[in-house]
């Protein structure tokens, strides 16, 4: 009984380790192909609204930051710097532009 015991207790153990890595690492891994500079450089220039990011924003923490512009223009926004855990990304999702400055 104790044989079973121990056995159902490591595999649980080892099921939830391998659950909570997939969370983790699954959109790191599917996440697409950033775009290249010059498409980025090229969106940006049509931007209405700017912002900086920075790793001491609240809200950040070792595992989730970024650094760098957002752009965002009538249909666009254009992220140029360094996320975590992502790459850089090009979006078209709608943002709260309360906190951006006007070009």
């Known amino acids: 009984m104790r044989r079973l015991i121990t056995f159902l207790t490591t595999h649980a153990i080892a099921v939830g ?25 090229e969106k940006a220039q ?6 900086e990011l920075t790793r001491d924003l ?14 965002v223009s009538k249909d666009e926004i254009v992220h ?15 943002m709260s532009l309360s906190k951006m400055s006007r070009i």
Do not use: C, R, V
Not at 60 to 70: D, K
Not at 80 to 94: E, V
């Open 17 to 41: 380790i391998g659950f909570a890595l997939g969370i983790y690492l699954l959109p790191i891994l599917t996440a697409p192909s950033s775009p290249d500079a010059a498409m980025l450089e």
């Open 58 to 71: 609240k809200g950040s923490n070792f595992l989730h930051w970024g650094e760098g512009t957002i752009s």
């Open 46 to 51: 049509s931007a209405l609204f700017t912002a």
């Open 80 to 94: 140029q710097g360094k996320l975590a855990p992502a790459q850089t990304i090009l979006s078209t999702s709608p």
